[in-house]
């Protein structure tokens, strides 16, 4: 219990200091894209590593396959109708992005404290700290 109380406290609380880090500071793009294209990098080889490889292990290739193309698939449709039907800056359009990026992420964090050790814990957590920072930064639309 101890344990999730502390990966939620860690991982909410990157969005908090990224949404002041969006207001209050500003970093060169250069810095900023490099964060993104860690935070992005560390989160594939999170997922992969804790969450991939275990369900090859655990079914076949053709199941995790078919697993991750559901849901390339599923987040490419709704991306879609966010930017074009929906406005990505309406609050509808807003409100399906941040729940379309905040599943996935709840869900695989969610698996991996059902089923993963404490390091595997605090490697998918530590990914999705630092996707969150860079992402709740850059809400500020600027």
Do not use: Q
């Amino acid at each position: 219990m101890l344990m999730l109380l502390a990966v939620v406290l860690v991982v909410s609380g990157a969005l908090v200091v990224g949404a002041a880090w969006g207001i209050y500071g500003r970093l060169p793009e250069r810095v900023e894209g490099f964060l993104v294209a860690l935070a992005g990098g560390a989160l594939l080889v999170s997922v992969t590593s804790e969450l991939i490889e275990p369900s090859i292990a655990r079914a076949s290739v053709y199941h995790a396959i078919a697993g991750v193309a559901a849901g390339a698939v599923t987040f490419a449709i709704c991306d879609y109708l966010i930017d074009e039907k929906w406005g990505s800056t309406a609050g509808g359009g807003l409100l399906a992005a941040i729940t379309l990026d905040g599943i996935p992420e709840n869900l695989a964090l969610g698996v991996a404290l059902i089923g993963a050790g404490g390091m595997e814990v605090a490697a998918l957590a530590g990914s999705i700290l630092l996707s969150n920072l860079p992402e709740a930064a850059g809400a500020r639309g600027g």
